[in-house]
């Protein structure tokens, strides 16, 4: 069993349709590259209590939770705090972190922006090295800003930390109907119980009407599977295989 993540985007203006959350696609993409599974994502407001019964919730359940969101200076940033009372910790100022703050903004600085120096008490800042501001991490909790530029950066200077043994993925092109291709794939599903089976009909894709995806931790099964629904399908149903 691989390495499995919680994603927890934070904010109103998600809910509400003002902004687009492009964070929990990219969450999802760079953490299963790195061969972390997503099991759930879930979007709430900015609001102390829901924020912590999803943190709980989500820490007993996963390997890995990533938040974006809720870290700035304003009234409704309240991501740390609510971190901090998901597990009975008090906010504390943090002295390196005051320091990047005063020597940013220097004669600009305002206590508004020290509410960014905040972390929870026995928090780690990890990305030392290469970030500015590195990542609050607390227990198996990391904390992202929801600048999605700046989520990225600073995602990619810790990536390592979330690595595990990658996936296996192979894609099969079928030109049929998916309901016509449904029996084929519960064989695959009952006879290769560790393969993750993806099926995706494409309405104008030039040439295929269906998108199998076939993907596991270890090879066998998919290369197995790739075999068995080439043997069950009508010749010529396949158009190409990729991976």
Not at 14 to 21: E, N, T, W, Y
Not at 165 to 190: C, I
Request: hydrophobic residues 45%; contains cysteine.
């Amino acid at each position: 069993m691989g390495k499995t993540a919680g994603l927890l985007i934070i904010g109103n203006e998600i809910l509400s349709g003002k902004v687009q959350d492009a964070n929990s696609p990219f969450f999802a993409r760079a953490l299963r590259e790195l061969g972390v599974d997503v099991r759930r994502i879930a979007v709430v407001p900015d609001e102390v209590e829901v924020i912590v019964a999803e943190l709980r919730a989500f820490c007993r359940a996963f390997d890995f939770v990533c938040t974006s969101g809720g870290v700035g200076p304003t009234h409704d940033d309240v991501t740390i705090e609510a971190v901090a009372h998901a597990f009975g910790r008090r906010v504390v100022r943090d002295p390196s972190l005051e320091r990047v703050l005063r020597d940013f903004y220097r004669t600009r600085l305002t206590e508004a922006h020290l509410k960014m120096a905040e972390v929870p008490e026995g928090a780690e800042l990890v990305g030392r090295e290469d970030l500015l501001f590195p990542v609050i991490a607390f227990r198996n909790i990391y904390v992202f800003p929801g600048i999605p530029e700046i989520l990225r950066q600073k995602f990619h200077a810790i990536q390592e930390r979330f690595r595990d043994t990658p996936f296996h993925l192979r894609k099969v092109y079928v030109n049929m109907d998916e309901g016509d291709l449904a029996d084929s794939l519960n064989v695959l599903v009952r006879e290769f119980p560790a393969l993750q089976l993806g099926s995706y009909p494409e309405l104008n894709a030039p040439g295929y009407k269906v998108k199998v995806t076939l993907e596991a931790k270890d090879r066998g099964p998919v290369e197995g599977a790739v075999a068995r629904l080439q043997a069950l399908l009508p010749a010529r149903a396949i158009v190409r295989i990729e991976g």
